[in-house]
């Protein structure tokens, strides 16, 4: 853990606000270098990505406040310190969506390419931004004796919550990890065509990464600390009912177009 990196005057500047910042840049420079291979203009994914950062930091931001609703009456003035952490990515990532689409819709601007070339940056998203996390203490695990356990130092949002040195998950290091298997996932299908080509379509990478993705989230927070408001239904978080029903809808879209396409290509040949 190393949550300031220095103090310039009254500012601090945050491992995890520099984290997020990377993968910010690193998304939009991945995306706008993958426009040119879908023959989308570079400006719309450069305009397209200020939409998605602001809403989708709005949302995740929102999502958090919400859920932390009884610290944040008592200080309002917390509110907007993002760069502190305090973000949910389902409530980021479905505001982010719902703007995105629209401004695409308003631009005349085919959706499913896009689809496509945002999907390896969100994931190479995580990897950097979860190295935030872990370096600011938040999004921690559970307490585990296994050999590569975590002790943050006492003055942490573990060590406040345990009260006394324990060997926690690094789930924020297991999120990474996954954010970075599932950003060259992604690339090896597009590139090898694992999916036979002809059930190819565009905005499969999207509906692809939400697969990875939820699956990945639900597994993974059963190792994650979370309070018990949290924990909504069957013992499971809002995050992982969220990740079952991204999972569902994701899993139903790939499996309907793969049987539409197969379905297309049977009728053909019988014609």
Same mark, same amino acid.
């Given at each position: 853990m190393h949550r300031i990196i220095?103090?310039?005057g009254p500012f601090t500047v945050t491992s995890y606000g520099v984290m997020l910042l990377i993968a910010f840049v690193v998304g939009i420079w991945l995306a706008e270098k993958r426009a040119e291979k879908y023959r989308v203009p570079r400006e719309i994914i450069s305009n397209l990505s200020i939409v998605l950062i602001i809403t989708g930091v709005i949302g995740a931001r929102f999502a958090y406040v919400f859920e932390n609703m009884d610290y944040y009456v008592k200080y309002p003035g917390e509110i907007l310190k993002v760069w502190d952490?305090? %973000?949910i990515f389902y409530g980021g990532f479905g505001l982010a969506v719902l703007c995105g689409l629209i401004f695409l819709k308003k631009r005349k601007v085919k959706i499913a390419p896009v689809l496509d070339i945002v999907a390896p940056s969100i994931a190479l998203g995580f990897f950097f931004a979860r190295i935030g996390c872990f370096l600011n203490g938040c999004c921690f695990g559970k307490p585990t004796n296994l050999p590569w356990g975590v002790v943050f130092p006492e003055n942490s949002p573990v060590g406040w919550v345990f009260n006394t040195p324990v060997r926690i998950h690094p789930t924020q290091l297991y999120e990474s990890f996954a954010g970075l298997c599932i950003f060259i996932t992604l690339l090896t299908f597009e590139k090898k065509k694992l999916f036979v080509r002809r059930i190819l379509w565009k905005g499969y990478l999207f509906w692809l990464f939400l697969v990875l993705y939820s699956g990945w989230r639900f597994f993974v927070d059963f190792l994650r600390y979370?309070? +018990?408001k949290a924990y909504l239904l069957w013992g499971l978080t809002h995050n992982q009912l969220a990740s079952i029903f991204? %999972? %569902? %809808? +994701?899993a139903s879209v790939i499996l309907a177009k793969v049987l539409r396409k197969i379905n297309d290509e049977l009728s053909e040949t019988h014609i």
């Open positions: 220095f103090n310039f952490g305090g %973000l979370y309070e +018990s991204v %999972l %569902l %809808l +994701s």
